[in-house]
C-alpha cells in the first residue's frame, strides 16, 4: 500500500513539473505590436519603402521618420536638405519644413526606396 502511495505521489508530482515547464508550450509567441499608422507628419519606414511614399504638410510642420524594418536606413534629400545617417530599427528622424516646396528623398543604402514632402 505504501509503495503505491509513492508511486502516486511521483506521478502527482511529474504531472505538476510537466504543466509548469510546459505551461504555454504550443502556442505561438506573441507577435510585437503593430507600428501606428503614418499619420499627416509621420513616415513609416517598413518592407522596404517609405509609407505613405508622398506626403504634403504646410509650410512649417515637422515630419517625422521612423524605422519599422530589422534593416537600416537613412532619410537622403535629393538636394542635400537633409540627412539622416543611419537608422536603426525603432530610429527616428525629424525635419522641419520651413519653406513651401518639393522634397524628394532617399534611402542611400537602398536606392529602390524613393519618397516625397510636399510643402504647401
Not at 536603426?88 to 537602398?110: D, I, L, N
Request: proline fraction near 7%.
Amino acid at each position: 500500500m505504501r509503495k503505491a502511495s509513492i508511486v502516486a505521489v511521483l506521478f502527482l508530482l511529474i504531472a505538476l513539473f510537466a504543466g509548469i515547464s510546459c505551461q504555454g508550450y504550443g502556442k505561438p509567441a506573441p507577435s510585437p505590436a503593430p507600428a501606428p499608422a503614418a499619420s499627416g507628419n509621420a513616415v513609416s519606414i517598413s518592407n522596404f519603402a517609405f509609407s505613405p511614399a508622398s506626403i504634403t504638410v504646410p509650410a512649417g510642420t515637422k515630419v517625422t521618420w521612423t524605422n519599422n524594418d530589422s534593416a537600416p536606413h537613412t532619410v537622403t534629400s535629393n538636394t542635400d536638405a537633409f540627412e539622416s545617417g543611419s537608422l536603426s530599427r525603432g530610429g527616428t528622424f525629424s525635419f522641419t519644413f520651413a519653406q513651401k516646396g518639393t522634397y524628394e528623398y532617399f534611402c542611400s543604402f537602398h536606392s529602390s526606396m524613393n519618397g516625397k514632402v510636399i510643402v504647401e
